[in-house]
Structure formats: C-alpha cells, structure tokens
C-alpha cells in the first residue's frame, strides 16, 4: 500500500525528480538509472525506495535484476489537481488570444499614416 504523502513533497526532491525522468524514457534496472541520472547507487536505491513506497514506481524482479518503471496513476493525480487551475489558464489564454486578434484586425483596417503629423 503507498504511503499517503503529498506529491509535491516526492518530487520536491531534484534527485527523484532526475530518476522519475530517466524511468519515462521506460522501464531500467538501478545500474541504468545510476548511470543515466548521475547519483551513487546508494543514493538512487534510498529514492528508488521512497518512490515505490509512496507509489510513484513500480519494481518488476526477473531473478537477480531489478527493473523499475513509473505507475501512472500517481501522476493521473497530479494532472487531476492541475487541471483545476489549468481552465484558469486557458481562460486567460482565450482572453489574451481574442485581444491579440482584435489588436491586429484593427492594425489592418486603419489606413498608414505614413509622414503625417
């Protein structure tokens, strides 16, 4: 069961947010991860633990390996939180869009007053 800490509190962190980038490319084993995100394997262990504890990633054991790869819904629940403010957003795009356009057309449709004063 994942751990019910705030999303913005995992990815706070700038090396779970470099292991969460490197697994969006797909799934990879520590190794690959270590080498991709440029942090000692113990230190991507520690956040690869934190992530898959608060159910950002998931761990798929094939004999010895490991491989790791991002669970969606974690991050289904931060596009939901971010959708709210998103229309907040694309309201004030539209405005905008609907200005620009109504600036230009009125640029079209006066006549050059070229050297007059």
Same mark, same amino acid.
């Given at each position: ?6 999303? *913005? =509190? ?5 090396? $779970? $947010?470099?292991? @969460? ?6 799934? $990879? =084993? ?5 080498? =991709?995100?440029?942090?000692?394997? #113990?230190? @991507?262990? +520690? ?8 159910? *950002?990633?998931?761990? $798929?054991?094939?004999?010895? %390996?490991? *491989?790791? #790869? ?5 991050? +289904? ?8 403010? +998103? ?19 009125? %640029? ?7 050297? %007059?004063?």
């Amino acid at each position: 069961m994942a751990v019910q800490i705030d999303i *913005f =509190q995992i990815l706070a962190d700038p090396t $779970r $947010r470099g292991i @969460v980038e490197v697994l969006g490319k797909g799934e $990879r =084993q520590v190794n690959e991860i270590v080498e =991709q995100a440029g942090v000692h394997q #113990s230190g @991507v262990s +520690r956040h690869l633990r934190i992530l898959l504890q608060t159910g *950002f990633v998931t761990m $798929r054991p094939v004999g010895q %390996r490991r *491989f790791y #790869s991002l669970r969606p819904e974690r991050f +289904r629940e931060l596009d939901d939180w971010l959708a709210q403010y +998103r229309s907040l957003w694309d309201a004030r795009l539209d405005r905008f869009g609907a200005a620009l356009e109504k600036r230009q057309k009125t %640029r079209k449709t006066k006549p050059e007053e070229h050297g %007059r004063k």
